[in-house]
């Protein structure tokens, strides 16, 4: 994958032959094996390079197509995808669903079927509800990649945060993560867990009570409700938004209240690990998960994390499209 023409087609054989991605979906860390999880963060660490040349594209997916197909609102995850596929030459389609059939009545389905008769050859798709791209899956031939479904998984977003770790602590086996936030309604949350057990890390899930699942522990991860034990000892904390619109009454009086209880800021920050990583997916609530001065301080990797998502998509778009040849 380094420099254009030739050079690039013969990396990208010599890369094949060295790794055995048989997948045609990615649709969350839960079914992939620490070796796969591992293969895709090496492939980013090798892409990341192509973001910094003058020239920043590389021939990888000429001819390939690809669709990203938006139900549910996105800017970081799109933004990516969208400029992951540009930066692999790719030829990408975007559409969201308030501007698709859907909204006259077409089943998802029938939209993906029809997505399917135009040879594409891959569909990104980010839905409301858990297991709409498993559904896909079984309907269509293109290869389909999670972007987030309902509350079950957000596996590109579990995989970028398990870069950034990586890079910056030059591993991941023996971190000690927490999560602070609304566990129960978080995708990145399950996919976080499912990919930093399996590569070895120990995972600790803190929130309030009603916002942490009653069986979480089975997943391997320690449960706390006391936050300044989830701050003390962690390598990375990673702070989630509460997703108000995944509830359909609130789970705790207010905001306010979250953020006096469960918000980090500075002085919480001293309690922590000098060259603790402050994380966030995003989009970031100021104020309530974490004040401003936190997010923007300098343990915050919060556009870092940014930056890796696009290593990691095209990472993924490159290997699930081996599959297609
Ligand atoms: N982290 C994340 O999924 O952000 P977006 O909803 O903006 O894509």
Not at 130 to 143: D, F, T
Not at 150 to 165: C, K, V, Y
Not at 263 to 274: D, E, F, H, T
Not at 305 to 320: D, E, I, P, W
Request: with cysteine; proline share 4%; net charge positive.
């Amino acid at each position: 994958m380094r420099g254009e023409g030739g050079e690039a087609v013969m990396e990208e054989k010599r890369i094949k032959t060295e790794i055995n991605w048989t997948r045609k979906d990615l649709l969350g860390l839960k079914d992939l094996s620490r070796e796969e999880i591992e293969l895709i963060i090496k492939t980013a660490e090798s892409l990341k390079e192509v973001s910094t040349r003058s020239i920043k594209k590389v021939p990888t997916l000429r001819g390939r197509t690809v669709v990203n197909f938006f139900v549910e609102p996105s800017t970081r995850t799109r933004a990516s995808f969208e400029l992951a596929e540009k930066r692999l030459s790719a030829d990408s389609l975007n559409f969201s669903g308030s501007s698709s059939s859907l909204v006259k009545g077409e089943t998802l389905k029938d939209t993906a079927k029809n997505i399917e008769a135009l040879q594409v050859d891959l569909i990104v798709i980010r839905h409301s509800s858990s297991g709409a791209p498993h559904r896909l899956a079984e309907y269509v031939k293109p290869g389909i990649v999670n972007a987030g479904d309902g509350i079950n998984e957000h596996p590109t977003q579990a995989l970028l945060d398990m870069f950034t770790m990586k890079e910056k602590k030059g591993k991941i086996e023996g971190l000690k993560v927490s999560f602070i936030g609304d566990i129960l309604h978080s995708r990145v949350a399950r996919s976080n867990i499912w990919g930093l057990t399996k590569l070895g890390a120990k995972v600790t899930v803190c929130g309030p009570k009603t916002l942490i699942p009653y069986d979480i522990e089975s997943l391997g991860v320690h449960r706390t409700y006391n936050v300044e034990e989830a701050v003390k000892d962690a390598d990375a904390i990673n702070l989630l938004r509460i997703q108000l619109e995944r509830q359909n009454e609130p789970f705790f009086p207010s905001l306010g209240e979250y953020a006096k209880g469960y918000g980090i800021n500075a002085q919480m920050l001293k309690r922590a690990k000098k060259d603790v990583l402050i994380m966030h997916p995003g989009p970031v609530n100021r104020g309530v998960e974490l004040t401003s001065e936190v997010a923007d301080g300098p343990n915050s990797v919060i556009l870092e994390q940014v930056t890796n998502g696009l290593a990691v998509r095209m990472a993924v778009l490159y290997l699930l499209s081996l599959v297609r040849k």
